[in-house]
T-cell receptor, first 117, second 110 residues
Framework: ETGVTQTPRHLVMGMTNKKSLKCEQH?????MYWYKQSAKKPLELMFV???????ENNSVPSRFSPECPNSSHLFLHLHTLQPEDSALYLC????????????????FGAGSRLTVL | DAKTTQPPSMDCAEGRAANLPCNHS???????VYWYRQIHSQGPQYIIH???NNETNEMASLIITEDRKSSTLILPHATLRDTAVYYC???????????FGTGTRLTVIP
Protein backbone atom coordinates (compact mmCIF):
# COMPACT_ATOMS: atom_id res chain seq x y z
CA GLU A 1 0.00 0.00 0.00
CA THR A 2 1.61 3.22 -1.15
CA GLY A 3 -0.85 5.73 0.29
CA VAL A 4 -2.56 6.21 -3.07
CA THR A 5 -5.57 3.94 -3.57
CA GLN A 6 -7.22 3.34 -6.92
CA THR A 7 -10.56 1.65 -7.52
CA PRO A 8 -11.60 -0.44 -9.27
CA ARG A 9 -8.42 -2.41 -9.97
CA HIS A 10 -10.00 -3.98 -13.03
CA LEU A 11 -12.83 -2.71 -15.21
CA VAL A 12 -14.42 -4.11 -18.36
CA MET A 13 -16.84 -1.86 -20.18
CA GLY A 14 -18.63 -1.59 -23.47
CA MET A 15 -18.20 1.35 -25.79
CA THR A 16 -21.53 2.87 -24.80
CA ASN A 17 -21.09 2.56 -21.04
CA LYS A 18 -20.33 5.33 -18.58
CA LYS A 19 -17.96 4.46 -15.75
CA SER A 20 -15.60 6.24 -13.39
CA LEU A 21 -12.17 5.53 -11.97
CA LYS A 22 -11.46 6.75 -8.46
CA CYS A 23 -8.21 7.76 -6.82
CA GLU A 24 -7.74 8.66 -3.16
CA GLN A 25 -4.65 9.83 -1.29
CA HIS A 26 -4.21 10.54 2.40
CA UNK A 27 -0.64 11.78 2.17
CA UNK A 28 -1.53 15.45 2.46
CA UNK A 29 -0.30 16.07 -1.08
CA UNK A 30 -1.39 19.09 -3.08
CA UNK A 31 -0.89 17.78 -6.62
CA MET A 32 -2.57 14.81 -8.30
CA TYR A 33 -2.08 13.27 -11.74
CA TRP A 34 -3.66 10.84 -14.18
CA TYR A 35 -1.34 8.82 -16.42
CA LYS A 36 -2.21 6.28 -19.12
CA GLN A 37 -0.03 3.30 -19.95
CA SER A 38 -0.90 1.32 -23.06
CA ALA A 39 0.71 -2.03 -23.76
CA LYS A 40 4.44 -1.74 -24.45
CA LYS A 41 4.32 2.07 -24.43
CA PRO A 42 5.74 4.66 -22.02
CA LEU A 43 3.52 6.36 -19.51
CA GLU A 44 1.55 9.25 -20.98
CA LEU A 45 0.49 12.15 -18.80
CA MET A 46 -3.22 12.93 -19.13
CA PHE A 47 -4.14 15.50 -16.48
CA VAL A 48 -2.50 17.43 -13.66
CA UNK A 49 -4.31 19.03 -10.72
CA UNK A 50 -2.84 21.36 -8.12
CA UNK A 51 -4.98 22.32 -5.13
CA UNK A 52 -8.07 21.04 -6.98
CA UNK A 53 -7.39 23.21 -10.02
CA UNK A 54 -6.53 21.61 -13.35
CA UNK A 55 -3.16 22.93 -14.49
CA GLU A 56 -2.47 20.66 -17.44
CA ASN A 57 -4.54 18.81 -19.99
CA ASN A 58 -2.40 17.00 -22.55
CA SER A 59 -4.72 16.93 -25.57
CA VAL A 60 -6.84 14.19 -24.07
CA PRO A 61 -10.09 13.33 -25.92
CA SER A 62 -13.26 14.66 -24.30
CA ARG A 63 -14.49 11.11 -23.67
CA PHE A 64 -12.14 11.28 -20.66
CA SER A 65 -13.35 13.79 -18.08
CA PRO A 66 -11.40 14.39 -14.86
CA GLU A 67 -12.84 15.69 -11.62
CA CYS A 68 -11.02 16.78 -8.48
CA PRO A 69 -13.59 17.59 -5.77
CA ASN A 70 -10.95 18.06 -3.07
CA SER A 71 -7.23 17.63 -2.64
CA SER A 72 -7.57 14.00 -1.55
CA HIS A 73 -9.75 12.66 -4.36
CA LEU A 74 -9.43 12.48 -8.11
CA PHE A 75 -11.84 10.88 -10.56
CA LEU A 76 -11.64 10.00 -14.22
CA HIS A 77 -15.08 9.76 -15.81
CA LEU A 78 -15.24 7.56 -18.88
CA HIS A 79 -17.87 7.82 -21.62
CA THR A 80 -18.15 6.34 -25.10
CA LEU A 81 -14.67 4.86 -25.04
CA GLN A 82 -12.96 3.04 -27.88
CA PRO A 83 -11.17 -0.32 -27.75
CA GLU A 84 -7.84 1.51 -28.19
CA ASP A 85 -8.50 3.19 -24.83
CA SER A 86 -7.87 -0.14 -23.13
CA ALA A 87 -4.86 0.49 -20.89
CA LEU A 88 -3.56 0.74 -17.34
CA TYR A 89 -4.67 4.05 -15.83
CA LEU A 90 -2.40 5.28 -13.08
CA CYS A 91 -3.06 7.94 -10.49
CA UNK A 92 -0.21 9.68 -8.68
CA UNK A 93 0.24 12.44 -6.15
CA UNK A 94 3.09 14.68 -5.00
CA UNK A 95 3.51 17.24 -2.26
CA UNK A 96 3.64 20.03 -4.82
CA UNK A 97 3.87 20.29 -8.59
CA UNK A 98 7.11 19.04 -10.09
CA UNK A 99 7.99 22.57 -11.15
CA UNK A 100 7.92 23.87 -7.58
CA UNK A 101 11.19 24.46 -5.82
CA UNK A 102 13.07 21.49 -4.48
CA UNK A 103 12.43 17.86 -5.19
CA UNK A 104 8.93 16.50 -5.47
CA UNK A 105 8.49 12.76 -5.45
CA UNK A 106 5.54 11.11 -7.18
CA UNK A 107 3.66 8.40 -5.30
CA PHE A 108 1.67 6.14 -7.61
CA GLY A 109 -1.33 3.96 -7.02
CA ALA A 110 -1.47 0.36 -8.24
CA GLY A 111 -3.51 1.36 -11.27
CA SER A 112 -6.88 0.51 -12.79
CA ARG A 113 -6.69 -1.87 -15.72
CA LEU A 114 -9.40 -0.94 -18.20
CA THR A 115 -10.64 -3.14 -21.03
CA VAL A 116 -13.04 -1.64 -23.56
CA LEU A 117 -14.98 -4.18 -25.60
CA ASP B 1 12.50 17.12 -19.34
CA ALA B 2 16.21 17.00 -19.95
CA LYS B 3 16.90 14.13 -22.34
CA THR B 4 18.11 10.96 -20.69
CA THR B 5 19.65 7.93 -22.35
CA GLN B 6 19.50 4.46 -20.80
CA PRO B 7 20.33 1.03 -22.19
CA PRO B 8 17.11 -0.78 -23.14
CA SER B 9 17.91 -3.91 -21.15
CA MET B 10 20.38 -5.44 -18.70
CA ASP B 11 20.80 -8.74 -16.90
CA CYS B 12 22.20 -9.22 -13.42
CA ALA B 13 22.90 -12.37 -11.42
CA GLU B 14 20.97 -12.73 -8.18
CA GLY B 15 23.00 -11.52 -5.22
CA ARG B 16 25.32 -9.40 -7.31
CA ALA B 17 25.28 -5.62 -7.60
CA ALA B 18 23.21 -4.16 -10.43
CA ASN B 19 24.66 -0.97 -11.90
CA LEU B 20 22.24 0.90 -14.12
CA PRO B 21 23.71 3.83 -16.10
CA CYS B 22 22.00 6.98 -17.31
CA ASN B 23 23.31 9.81 -19.45
CA HIS B 24 21.81 13.28 -19.01
CA SER B 25 24.33 15.56 -20.66
CA UNK B 26 21.91 18.51 -21.04
CA UNK B 27 21.04 18.69 -17.34
CA UNK B 28 20.87 22.19 -15.82
CA UNK B 29 22.45 23.18 -12.54
CA UNK B 30 19.29 23.02 -10.43
CA UNK B 31 17.64 19.97 -11.98
CA UNK B 32 17.36 16.80 -9.94
CA VAL B 33 17.94 13.25 -11.13
CA TYR B 34 15.16 10.86 -10.13
CA TRP B 35 15.01 7.09 -10.39
CA TYR B 36 11.79 5.11 -10.39
CA ARG B 37 11.05 1.51 -11.20
CA GLN B 38 7.97 -0.31 -12.45
CA ILE B 39 7.39 -3.95 -11.74
CA HIS B 40 5.16 -5.60 -14.32
CA SER B 41 1.60 -4.21 -14.36
CA GLN B 42 2.08 -2.19 -11.18
CA GLY B 43 2.41 1.54 -10.63
CA PRO B 44 5.91 3.04 -10.75
CA GLN B 45 7.77 3.16 -7.44
CA TYR B 46 10.11 5.94 -6.39
CA ILE B 47 13.63 4.74 -5.60
CA ILE B 48 15.94 7.69 -5.03
CA HIS B 49 16.84 11.18 -6.23
CA UNK B 50 19.85 13.48 -6.09
CA UNK B 51 21.13 16.87 -7.14
CA UNK B 52 24.92 16.90 -6.87
CA ASN B 53 26.06 14.59 -4.11
CA ASN B 54 25.88 10.82 -4.07
CA GLU B 55 22.87 9.50 -2.22
CA THR B 56 22.04 6.24 -0.47
CA ASN B 57 18.85 4.90 1.04
CA GLU B 58 17.50 1.50 2.02
CA MET B 59 16.76 0.62 -1.60
CA ALA B 60 19.74 1.82 -3.59
CA SER B 61 22.67 4.17 -4.07
CA LEU B 62 22.88 6.96 -6.62
CA ILE B 63 26.24 8.02 -7.94
CA ILE B 64 26.28 11.31 -9.88
CA THR B 65 29.39 12.31 -11.79
CA GLU B 66 31.08 15.57 -10.88
CA ASP B 67 29.97 17.24 -14.12
CA ARG B 68 26.43 15.88 -13.48
CA LYS B 69 26.17 14.61 -17.05
CA SER B 70 25.62 11.03 -16.04
CA SER B 71 24.61 8.92 -13.07
CA THR B 72 24.48 5.30 -11.98
CA LEU B 73 21.86 3.59 -9.87
CA ILE B 74 23.30 0.77 -7.79
CA LEU B 75 21.25 -2.05 -6.31
CA PRO B 76 23.88 -3.59 -4.01
CA HIS B 77 22.49 -7.14 -3.82
CA ALA B 78 19.95 -7.75 -6.56
CA THR B 79 17.09 -10.15 -5.85
CA LEU B 80 14.53 -11.67 -8.20
CA ARG B 81 12.02 -9.10 -6.96
CA ASP B 82 14.20 -6.34 -8.39
CA THR B 83 13.29 -7.46 -11.93
CA ALA B 84 11.56 -4.36 -13.32
CA VAL B 85 11.84 -1.43 -15.72
CA TYR B 86 14.03 1.30 -14.24
CA TYR B 87 13.48 4.91 -15.26
CA CYS B 88 16.03 7.71 -14.97
CA UNK B 89 14.26 11.07 -15.13
CA UNK B 90 15.49 14.65 -15.12
CA UNK B 91 12.46 16.95 -15.07
CA UNK B 92 12.84 20.36 -16.63
CA UNK B 93 12.64 23.27 -14.22
CA UNK B 94 9.09 24.59 -14.22
CA UNK B 95 7.58 21.45 -15.75
CA UNK B 96 4.48 20.16 -13.99
CA UNK B 97 5.23 16.47 -14.28
CA UNK B 98 7.82 13.78 -14.84
CA UNK B 99 8.31 12.31 -18.30
CA PHE B 100 8.80 8.55 -18.20
CA GLY B 101 10.69 7.29 -21.23
CA THR B 102 11.32 3.66 -22.06
CA GLY B 103 13.79 2.99 -19.23
CA THR B 104 16.04 -0.03 -18.73
CA ARG B 105 14.49 -3.44 -18.33
CA LEU B 106 16.53 -5.18 -15.63
CA THR B 107 16.24 -8.94 -15.39
CA VAL B 108 17.70 -10.58 -12.31
CA ILE B 109 18.74 -14.13 -13.10
CA PRO B 110 18.73 -16.91 -10.48
Amino acid sequence: ETGVTQTPRHLVMGMTNKKSLKCEQHLGHNAMYWYKQSAKKPLELMFVYSLEERVENNSVPSRFSPECPNSSHLFLHLHTLQPEDSALYLCASSQDLQGASGANVLTFGAGSRLTVL
Amino acid sequence: DAKTTQPPSMDCAEGRAANLPCNHSTISGNEYVYWYRQIHSQGPQYIIHGLKNNETNEMASLIITEDRKSSTLILPHATLRDTAVYYCIVPKTGANNLFFGTGTRLTVIP
